[in-house]
């Protein structure tokens, strides 16, 4: 292969890769949890945020958290009330998805510690991994507007779950998946082949 031919590959390869990068494909990625769930406190802080990591430089992959709320009127997912979501929900209100993954996979954690089976002793624990003010976080759940974070994340559940559904339950796009990092991974790469957490490369030859 002669030296012009080689450099004219090469641009259509790098011409291509950046096409595919620029044409606005997005993922999003949706994760359904309850707080107090074991399962959901297993996959919270290991396969899901292995699956964060793996994609957090993405800009095309979008992440969203979405605890379990039918009725902030109604008990939640192994409580008694709603307080897990709750306060969880005043410390998303103050961070990025960085902190709700980080803050999240503590919660996961602190709900298997005795010192922290009380809700907000354990938001306070965990508001330092999200970059969370504490005070700001505890006057949220004190007040109303922890409530009319309930409320929104009820609205939100009962939209995507009209019926009696399960957690942990994840979506690439609107594709109902299983909570797994290799099936999760494998439906991200299917929607975005060119992210380069899929390790895909999209040669033209001319």
Known sequence: MNSRLFCLLCLTI?????????????VTVKYFFGSRWPGCRQFGRGDFEKLYATFQDDSNVNFELHPAVRSPQDNC??????????????????????????????????????LTQVALNAGKRCASTANVDAK????????????????????????QFPKP???PHTFVNSKDVQADYSDLKKAI???LPSS??????????I
């Open 136 to 159: 700001e976080m505890t006057a949220c759940y004190n007040g109303d507007q922890g409530e009319n974070l309930l409320e929104a994340a009820s609205k939100v559940w009962n939209k």
């Open 189 to 191: 790469c299917n929607d």
């Open 77 to 114: 997912i192994e409580e008694q009330g709603c307080d897990w979501e709750r306060v969880t929900l005043c410390a998303f209100n103050q961070t990025n998805t960085s902190g709700k993954v980080n803050f999240l996979a503590c919660m996961d954690a602190a709900a298997e510690t005795p």
């Open 165 to 167: 559904s399960f957690v």
């Open 14 to 26: 790098t011409c291509s890769y950046f096409n595919v990068r620029a044409s606005g494909d997005e």
């Open 196 to 205: 380069p957490a899929c390790g895909s490369l999209k040669y033209n030859y």
